[in-house]
């Protein structure tokens, strides 16, 4: 082990047995949230306290009881081969007890990871997938994503403690706000990381980039292969593909209606109003072109059922709406 990683699992272990000074404390929180491996290897070493008897901060925890119990448990799996040191002592100062738990620490560190972590699959992942429609997953801390049709979202059970998931397709996330805990999303070849907002993000298979969308808050927008990043708020909006990235203009206030089904039309062409619709509810509008050609209409919708705005718009223009099996017919 490195002298720097041996330094991190000193620093790591005396915060969680409790020994740190409140100077040193602020000092430790403050160094968290700018050093992200660190905060990482912090939420690490907190897993493995759970196979102690207690936390090492307990002035009665008894370091033998806990190293006994797991040298056994680790002996019984075949994880490991060496007798390791054993502590005659059962009293323990402050310091004897911080050095016992280190060694707890570094040396289970190994067997946790390529034993009882690969017993239980290692880090197992769930997929959500969108099928005919728009799905809401709800995330273990709290975060919701709204998936488009067709787009799924892959994070790890253990979502709580590292923040981040794989996107493919489309999908509008509202984050739980974590400064300490990041929120990351990987999708084609870009990474977006936040604290708390909602964003949208469209992956264009035909392009191969990625387009994201700012409701509300900051998110920063990385490119994986050449490191270029952007930061972006509230109404901006970027296109990135390859090692370019480029600002964009959102000024169509339906952007998110496949979400929300508000919409909102001012002189807009018949035509692309039932285009609109088409991919916001998912379903197929069928009507002659030729006879739609001239039509506009002004007027917005906020949650209504696509069955009841088509009739709107057949009464408006005189059209007759039907509906079947393949989708909508408008006719005259």
Known sequence: MSRNRLKTEIQHARYLAGEMSMKEEIAFMNELKRDRKKNRALKTMEKRWKYFDRNPSDENWDAVKAWNRLHNRF????????????????????????????????TIGAALYTGLLKNNDGNPQ???????????????????VFLNKGSEVTYSRYFNQERSLTLKGEAFFEVMSDPVNPFTVHSGKVVVSVLGTSFNIK????????????????????????????????????????????????????????????FKFVDAELMEVLKELEDAYHVKIHAERSALIDLKITTSYQGQSIDAILETIGTAF???????????????
């Open 203 to 262: 992956q264009h298979n035909h392009s191969s980039g990625v387009e994201v969308y700012v409701k509300s808050g900051k998110v920063r927008l990385s490119l994986e292969e050449s490191g270029q990043s952007i930061t972006l708020e509230p109404e901006e909006m970027v296109f990135a593909r390859n090692r370019e990235l480029t600002r964009l203009q959102q000024d169509n206030p339906n952007y998110l209606s496949w979400k929300t089904k508000d």
């Open 126 to 144: 769930e997929t959500r997938y969108a099928g005919e429609g728009v799905l809401t997953v709800n995330l273990p801390d709290g975060s919701r």
């Open 318 to 332: 005189g059209l007759t709406v039907t509906s079947k099996k393949e989708g909508y017919y408008l006719t005259n």
């Open 75 to 106: 002996k019984a799996d075949g994880l490991l081969e060496k007798q390791p040191f054993e502590p005659a002592a059962r009293s323990f100062a402050p310091a004897i007890r911080i050095a016992a738990a280190i060694i707890l620490v570094i």
